[in-house]
Every structure is written in C-alpha cells, then in structure tokens.
C-alpha cells in the first residue's frame, strides 16, 4: 500500500510562484511513472505533469514553460514548482502513483487559488 501527502497549496497573486510536494509512503524509485493532475470547480480533472522512473518529463500545453515537474529520491518525494502563476491555474492538485501493476494510487489533494 503506497500512501501519498500534498502540500505547499495556498493563496497566491497572479505572477507568483508556488512549490507543492508530494510525500510518499513507499519508494518513489518503485514507480513506473508518477503524475500531477489538477481539478477546478467544475471542471474535469486533467493531467498536468509526468515524471517518469527513467526521469523523463512531459507537460500540459496550459503549463510547459511555467511548471517544473522533479522528485527526490532520497526523500521519496515528488514536486512541482509553478511560477508566474495564472488565475485559471486554480483547482485542487493531484499527485499520482503509477504502481506495476493494476492499482494506481492518488492523493487527497492539495487547493492552490490564484487571484488575478
């Protein structure tokens, strides 16, 4: 059982930057891949980074330039650094667990809202 925790959501100004975190329980090197999503009010939730276990990276359109997906293996964790903040990038983020086999694992989320 992989348990995940999200932090570093909060309120911020447009043009600002934030750095959420995703602790995992188990060993982030065991994942195959591991992911950001995010869900605004209203909307459907969306993918918005991928890191995978070799390292590679893949984004939104809505976020590349702007979003740095990373992880610390050492620390188990994973992070998502978002600078020059847009409003339309509030929602609640998601961090994902990737597993071998048939059973992903998710987080309960953390909100980042962003005044214009």
């Known amino acids: 059982q992989v348990r995940l925790v999200e932090s570093g959501g909060g309120l911020v100004q447009a043009g600002e930057s934030l750095r959420l975190s995703c602790a995992v329980s188990g060993s982030i090197v065991s994942a195959r891949s591991m992911d950001w999503y995010r869900q605004a009010p209203g909307q459907q939730r969306e993918l918005v980074a991928v890191i995978t276990r070799s390292g590679s990276t893949n984004y939104a359109d809505s976020v590349k330039g702007r979003f740095t997906i990373s992880r610390d293996n050492a620390q188990n964790t994973m992070y998502l650094q978002m600078n020059n903040l847009k409003p339309e990038d509030t929602a609640v983020y998601y961090c994902?667990?990737?597993?071998?086999?048939?059973?992903?694992?998710w987080g309960k989320g953390t909100l980042v809202t962003v005044s214009s």
């Open positions: 994902k667990y990737n597993a071998w086999g048939p059973t992903d694992y």
